[in-house]
């Protein structure tokens, strides 16, 4: 986890916005690790986030491999509907953050704002890819830092 990531769940939290993960984990099909260690590392950040202050509201993965046809893997919404349902979101004033044009899209498919991040797979994203993304973020960003900097500001 980089070292930024708890101060800057923590203002979120402060702010009263719901913090929810939503990733995909298809190296469970792929036979690379079990979904017991997918548990261990939810605990393990939930765990660094508390020593910081902050905690997650909620943690949604996805297990398949993407030849799969789930509801569940980002891009589609299936981890997003289920987060709506049980924390009551307003996905029309809701974020989605992430290092991946994947979750760009899944913002665009849910109705949220889109904040592309460069850390993580983000720089590299952003290099080869970016000129041909369809389109825009509606904010990048260098870290998580700096997205609840945007989010705070879009908020207020």
Known sequence: ????????????????????VITNQSGVARGYFPE?????????????LGVAGARLDGIYYCPHGSAAACNCRKPNTGMIERAVREHNLDLSRSYIVGDRYGDMEL????????????????????TWHGKDWPRQPDAIVDTLQHAADWILVQTR
């Open 107 to 126: 913002a665009f498919r849910a109705g949220c704002k889109a904040i592309f991040v460069r850390t993580g797979y983000g720089l590299g994203e952003e």
């Open 1 to 20: 986890m980089f070292s930024f990531a708890g101060a800057a769940i923590r203002r979120l939290n402060d702010a009263g916005l719901a913090v929810i």
């Open 36 to 48: 017991s260690l997918i548990q261990q590392v939810n605990e393990r950040m939930q765990s660094e």
